[in-house]
């Protein structure tokens, strides 16, 4: 079945580091991977798209990447502040209308 | 713009009772998702509606739960029997998505249930 694994462990960086998520997966070709933000009693707010014919994508402080061999994608923040701290989810989606799968997530703490 | 509404933000029932959440999408968004989010755990897709027509609904316990998308624009989701179980939050999310494209998903602040 289709499995997605992101760090069951909190990331703990100083601020000003770069944070470093990882997501992989298995038994999927994805058409498109996205990372998305969750913070405590809210709803997802979604971040980046990349397609799986992109290797690299940015927006700001964001960078992913995307293996399609490796079936990995790895999610950067860069110069990380105090408010970036949330949970951060990755998420496959097969295109066409094939339904999103989610990560469980990755808790990131910045500390200041 | 307005986001994604909906109601209730907290509910707390018995097991065997019933409850049903409301969704409000954002205007125009074709396509609306209701996830299941238990704590710890990414959503999960129940339903998935384009238009006022189920396009996946492979995850939905169809013995207990049902939704319904009027006219195709607001939803709400059904639960009767609870399961202890079915604790968790319930996440509702619109996008603009057609077929053979991707949007990105707007969700609400969801409802968390907790069932007794």
């Known amino acids: 079945s289709q499995k997605i694994e992101q760090n069951s462990e909190a990331l703990n960086i100083q601020e000003g580091k770069t944070a470093t998520l990882t997501c992989n997966y298995t038994?999927?070709?994805?058409?498109?991977l996205q990372w998305y933000r969750q913070d405590p009693g809210r709803g997802p707010v979604f971040l980046l798209l990349?397609?799986?014919?992109?290797k690299e994508k940015r927006k700001e402080r964001l960078k992913v990447t995307f293996d399609t061999t490796l079936k990995q994608s790895l999610f950067h923040i860069t110069a990380s502040q105090p408010a970036d701290s949330a949970t951060y989810l990755c998420?496959?989606?097969?295109?066409?209308?094939?339904?999103?799968?989610f990560g469980a997530g990755t808790r990131l703490f910045v500390k200041a | 713009e307005a986001g994604v509404a909906q109601s209730p933000r907290y509910k707390i029932i018995e097991k065997r009772q019933s409850v049903a959440f409301w969704c409000n999408p954002i205007?125009?968004?074709?396509?609306l998702y209701w996830y299941q989010q238990i704590l710890g755990q990414g959503p999960k897709l129940l339903i998935q509606?384009?238009?006022?027509?189920?396009?996946?609904d492979s995850q939905l316990p169809k013995d207990r739960f049902s939704a319904e998308r009027l006219k195709g624009v607001d939803s709400t989701l059904k639960i009767q029997p609870a399961k202890l179980e079915d604790s968790a939050v319930y996440l509702c999310?619109?996008?603009?998505?057609?077929?053979?494209?991707?949007?990105?998903?707007?969700f609400g602040p969801g409802t968390r249930l907790t069932v007794l």
């Open positions: 999310a619109s996008s603009l998505r057609q077929t053979h494209s991707y949007n990105e998903q707007f």
């Open positions: 038994n999927y070709s994805p058409a498109y």
């Open positions: 990349i397609r799986e014919n992109e």
């Open positions: 998420a496959l989606d097969g295109g066409g209308g094939f339904k999103t799968i």
């Open positions: 205007s125009g968004h074709a396509t």
């Open positions: 509606f384009q238009n006022n027509g189920v396009v996946d």
